[in-house]
T-cell receptor, first 113, second 112 residues
Framework: GDSVTQMEGPVTLSEEAFLTINCTYT??????LFWYVQYPGEGLQLLLKATKADDKGSNKGFEATYRKETTSFHLEKGSVQVSDSAVYFC????????????FGPGTRLSVLP | EAQVTQNPRYLITVTGKKLTVTCSQN?????MSWYRQDPGLGLRQIYY???????DKGDVPEGYKVSRKEKRNFPLILESPSPNQTSLYFC???????????FGPGTRLTVT
């Protein structure tokens, strides 16, 4: 079945450091890919998405590019802030098979001042 | 305001006592889904619904029931809760099941 793998973390960075969180997927169809963020005590919020190969999703300084050849969707940000501390989930939606969603295990990010 | 609401937010119950967690969305979304979130296991889908009267099992449906009689509501029913169903539950909805999902605030359930 479909699956999403991402670096487990936790990831600890200093403010203004560069962030990369790796995400790779397996899917039998042509999935849409997403990054969600969960702040403490809250539900998940969509951060960005890409629906086809080579699409780049971006939001709030975060970016991720849909790479079909490497089945990857790595999340990057050039300069993290303390307020970016959260858990980040990579996810896919495979439209060809039941349209259900599959999430990665999440990566906890802590940004220190 | 576009939102997904869940009730209750916190619930402590005993083994075997039937309970329902309600979920409602005001965005006219066709697709709704339930997830549970457990430490070390991430987010796992329980059930989803493509539209009214159309539901299907996710990855971990055992011990749960759902119904979709109205487009806006998608309650999660635990007929006979057990301690292994202690978890944080999220409801989500989206347009046509392929776009971004909007999540509710979560329901923390403890079964003793």
């Amino acid at each position: 079945g479909d699956s999403v793998t991402q670096m487990e973390g936790p990831v600890t960075l200093s403010e203004e450091a560069f962030l990369t969180i790796n995400c790779t997927y397996t899917a039998t169809g042509y999935p849409s890919l997403f990054w969600y963020v969960q702040y403490p005590g809250e539900g998940l919020q969509l951060l960005l998405k890409a629906t086809k190969a080579d699409d780049k999703g971006s939001n709030k300084g975060f970016e991720a590019t849909y790479r079909k050849e490497t089945t990857s969707f790595h999340l990057e940000k050039g300069s993290v802030q303390v307020s970016d501390s959260a858990v980040y989930f990579c996810a896919l939606s495979d439209r060809g098979f039941g349209q259900n969603f599959v999430f990665g295990p999440g990566t906890r990010l802590s940004v220190l001042p | 305001e576009a939102q997904v609401t869940q009730n209750p937010r916190y619930l402590i119950t005993v083994t075997g006592k039937k309970l329902t967690v309600t979920c409602s969305q005001n965005m006219n979304h066709e697709y709704m889904s339930w997830y549970r979130q457990d430490p070390g296991l991430g987010l796992r889908q329980i059930y989803y619904s493509m539209n009214v009267e159309v539901t299907d099992k996710g990855d971990v449906p055992e011990g749960y029931k759902v119904s979709r009689k109205e487009k806006r509501n998608f309650p999660l029913i635990l007929e006979s809760p057990s301690p292994n169903q202690t978890s944080l539950y999220f409801c989500a909805s989206s347009f046509r099941g392929e776009g971004a999902q909007y999540f509710g605030p979560g329901t923390r359930l403890t079964v003793t």
